[in-house]
């Protein structure tokens, strides 16, 4: 079953186009990576993607629910890892997580859970203005997955982090509790070798267009490299 | 880095059955709120500042011992409104500029949570205000303590906050999607505010006289009560518009 099905994406921002004619699907359970320099139009997809912009034409389909129509049957089920942590300065970590559980019903249990795996505990009592920005990006990451969800929209999701986090996080970014144990993910990367290894299928995008989609095993390395010059 | 890494696994499945209700995210919304303001001191103290220091311009500007009537009233009114403006342009900055809009709107939750929550907490923070304004506006310019005067001018100043309160939330949220937002705000929201001081003056200009105080007249108390509830029919229609691209 296809977690996503977008067909002839199209955005702009004013008279800038951001996305055009962006095509893609993908099966539950699988890995998109999207390459692409600045400004290419990946984190406007993810935006996209996760309901918070509408496509100006095209027709998104996201777990079966069309965008933005029936935007409200499957916020529940998405989450989304930008480059704002999304989190409130002056609040503690615990107090955010508290704060979006009740916005999803959660029980608080599962804040503690999230604390400790992603070795917050520590200083979850501590605002998070006090924080490197390497720990805010972990409680980023635990308020991503506070709900368990589906569907994954990650941007640079290791920006931050140093490689011991980076090992905590991938298990909670890649593993739920779908049928197959494994999340849709759609993750915009600027690291070729790190992207491919996750990716099921390659998204390369420049100026907004498509200049790149195939499975991954099929992908060179070099034709990532090549979207950046 | 905080201390040794705890082992990564998995979790549980956490999905809740069924979305969140209404009054329970608003309760989450409201104690977000206070909880930043009491951490950020960001509006209620800039607000009771600004009223006290204008009390204290009036005193000297109008070189009288007191004033009562609708001169009192006025200097009241238009004093409370100015003091609101800076608690109304403050009111979304959070969310705008930390990402809380995004969040909010991912969550599945009703849209109407966050107007709800955000006229509560317009309202706290002028009551707020007005716990230090009104013993200040009594101390400097009226030279008399309100005394009977007292439960009249509360009930005129509940009914104008709830307006101001609805009135600021709706303009807020459009200014805050602006470049111009420190501007775009007062300059929607005084034209807005103008029945609110005229109610509010008229209804309470017979409290505020030295001798044998009367009581707000109650056709301006009707005013005050219709615009709240005019204007809070209009904002809870058009603010799931205003949170949406």
Known sequence: MAALEVEGLTRHYGEREALADVSLSLDAGQTLVVFGPNGAGKTTLLRVLASLLRPHAGSVRVLGSSLPGEAWAVRARIGLLGHEPLLYRELTARENLRFYARLYGIEDERVHELLESVAMHGRANEPLRTLSRGMVQRVAVARAVLHDPELLLLDEPNANLDPAAIELVVPLLAGGSGPNGLRTRVICSHDPSGGLAQADVVLGLRAGRPALLRAAAEVDPDEIAELYR | ?245
Do not use: C
């Not at chain 2, 509360?154 to 709830?162: F, I, P, V």
């Not at chain 2, 705000?185 to 008229?202: D, Q, S, T």
């Open chain 2, 1 to 245: 880095m905080s201390g040794v890494h705890a082992p990564p696994r998995a979790l549980p499945s956490v999905r809740p059955a069924r979305p969140p209700r209404l009054w329970p995210t608003v309760g989450a919304l409201l104690r977000k709120e206070l909880l930043v303001e009491l951490r950020t001191l960001e509006s209620v103290p800039g607000m009771s500042l600004f009223a006290v220091t204008t009390f204290v311009l009036f005193h000297f500007a109008l070189n009288r011992s007191s004033v009562e009537g609708d001169l009192a009233a006025g200097i009241l009114w238009v004093t409370l409104l100015f003091a609101a403006i800076l608690g109304v342009n403050r009111l979304f900055v959070a969310d705008a500029d930390q990402g809380g809009f995004d969040g909010f709107l991912l969550a599945p939750v009703d849209r109407s949570a966050m107007f709800l929550s955000k006229v509560l907490t317009l309202l706290a923070f002028l009551v707020v205000l007005e716990l230090v304004a009104v013993p200040a506006f009594a101390l400097l310019l009226l030279g008399s303590p309100l005394g009977p005067a007292l439960p009249g001018l509360l009930a005129t100043l509940a009914l104008g906050d709830l307006g101001v309160a609805v009135i600021g939330t709706l303009v807020a949220a459009m200014a805050v999607q602006t470049r111009a937002r420190d501007l775009l705000g007062p300059l929607l929201a005084l034209p807005l505010f103008v029945p609110i001081v005229i109610g509010g003056a008229r209804a309470t200009s017979p409290l505020l006289v030295a001798v044998h105080p009367g009581t707000p007249a109650l056709r301006w108390l009707l005013t005050l009560g219709l615009y709240d509830l005019l204007f809070g029919l209009i904002a809870y229609a058009l603010f799931d518009f205003l949170l949406e691209d």
